[in-house]
């Protein structure tokens, strides 16, 4: 569903940062229910990491700033976590566990 709404993107156009924001939260949060109810088995999961090209969920106070939050794919190689530390909420946290433990159950 979320990949059929194109919620696996991130949206450039013209709307507004909350936008966005809610737009990826909708997108995690579809993500993190697939993970948990695929009870770690690949057979269950349908979306895959590699195409959500989505920005990780920010703070609700960091919504408004500038500064971008990294892709999942970044953040499990390595890079981004300064931006995550800084900038992430409890979401973002969440879903990095998320596919840490579906990696570790493969």
Partial sequence: MAVGMQL???DTKGTS?????????????CFLADRLLGAGQADFTVCQTSIIKTRLP????????????????????????????????????YVWLVEIRHRALL
């Avoid at 499990?76 to 946290?93: K, P, S």
């Fill in 8 to 10: 696996n993107k991130e």
């Fill in 17 to 29: 940062e909350g936008e966005k924001e809610i737009k990826r939260r909708l997108m995690w949060s």
């Fill in 58 to 93: 920010r703070r609700q106070d960091a919504i408004a700033s500038p500064s971008t939050m990294p892709r999942l794919e970044e953040v499990l190689a390595g890079r981004g976590l300064d931006q995550v530390q800084r900038h992430g909420d409890l979401l973002t946290f």
